[in-house]
């Protein structure tokens, strides 16, 4: 597995932005993946994630409604469809894999993570 998410930007509040993430491994169908982000200051945290086949996909409260979190194993990429951008939204965000049997709600469970993409939504 190895990640590289691209896509961030500079954005106006109330904007959208539709980030990717790109495995350049062979084994990307294989695997869950999960969106975290880290604010400037603050501790990473979770943002989305999304089963293998696509069908199952979970959000943090704070983008529930305003993100998407989609996949195309065709292409081996991941997508995250920011709509809504709020300025609290600012952050680096990480795409990464899912590693063992853990929760998919939980940073944890995904391991190795990606160079980030750097969004900045501006109020």
């Known amino acids: 597995v190895q990640l590289q998410a691209s896509g961030g930007g500079l954005v106006q509040a109330g904007g959208s932005l539709r980030l990717s993430c790109v495995d350049s491994?062979?084994?990307?169908?294989?695997?869950?993946m999960a969106w975290s982000r880290q604010a400037p200051g603050k501790e990473r945290e979770f943002v989305a994630s999304i089963g293998r086949s696509g069908r199952d996909r979970y959000y943090a409260d704070s983008v529930k409604g305003r993100f998407t979190v989609s996949r195309d194993n065709a292409k081996n990429t991941m997508y995250l469809q920011m709509n809504a951008l709020k300025s609290e939204d600012t952050a680096v965000y990480y795409c990464?894999?899912?590693?063992?049997?853990?929760?998919?709600?939980?940073?944890?469970?995904?391991?190795?993570w990606g160079q980030g993409t750097l969004v900045t939504v501006s109020s």
């Open positions: 990464g894999a899912k590693n063992g049997h853990g929760s998919y709600l939980s940073l944890d469970s995904f391991n190795p």
């Open positions: 491994g062979r084994t990307f169908s294989d695997n869950g």
